[in-house]
């Protein structure tokens, strides 16, 4: 995936050698790369030896739930959820929900309808890589990750609100 930003020590950055491949579900499974499957084929393929755990991702779609992964948690590197359209917000909740209820601790990833202006609010969420679409700039989406950070709201990223931030630091 050659659009791709990733979260590395906090800072955002272009992922030019990202390793990962989204397989499509009849599609057959590429020899070494590491490859993100639906969630339906990633039950199928459990239980899967440790060994090789670390070589699959999972994409959860927006009507999946998050609970569908939840045995597998601890052990699966990276979760993409997709972003059919850039209206679609549901992805926005799986990911809040995979950091704080879940404890998620991967790599969580951003697919689909991807765009700058969303990128922001995705970070807040805990999403920590994002696949920007094919016909956008990932250097032009960079910068929306550095343009405005300050939210008021607690979210995944600040669990305290502005004001208790604020007024921690008195």
């Known amino acids: 995936m050659k659009n791709t930003l990733g979260l590395v020590d906090g800072i955002a950055t272009h992922l030019t050698d990202d390793e990962w491949v989204l397989v499509a579900d009849r599609q057959d499974l590429p020899g070494e790369a590491r490859k993100i499957v639906s969630l339906e084929r990633w039950k199928k393929m459990m239980p899967m030896d440790r060994s090789e755990a670390h070589r699959y991702g999972v994409l959860l779609r927006p009507d999946d739930d998050p609970d569908g992964i939840l045995p ?74 550095a343009v405005f950070d300050l939210i008021y709201a607690r979210s995944v990223t600040n669990p305290e609100p502005l004001y208790r931030r604020r007024g921690s630091k008195s």
Request: charged share 25%; proline share 3%.
């Open 72 to 145: 597998w948690i601890d052990r699966v590197p990276l979760i993409a959820l997709q972003f059919p359209s850039f209206r679609d917000g549901r992805a926005y909740s799986q990911a809040n929900l995979l950091r704080t209820r879940y404890q998620f601790k991967g790599d969580l990833r951003a697919v689909g309808d991807v765009l700058r202006d969303q990128l922001v609010l995705m970070r807040h969420c805990g999403f920590s890589s994002f696949v920007v679409r094919e016909d956008k700039s990932a250097a032009d989406a960079l910068k929306g990750l």
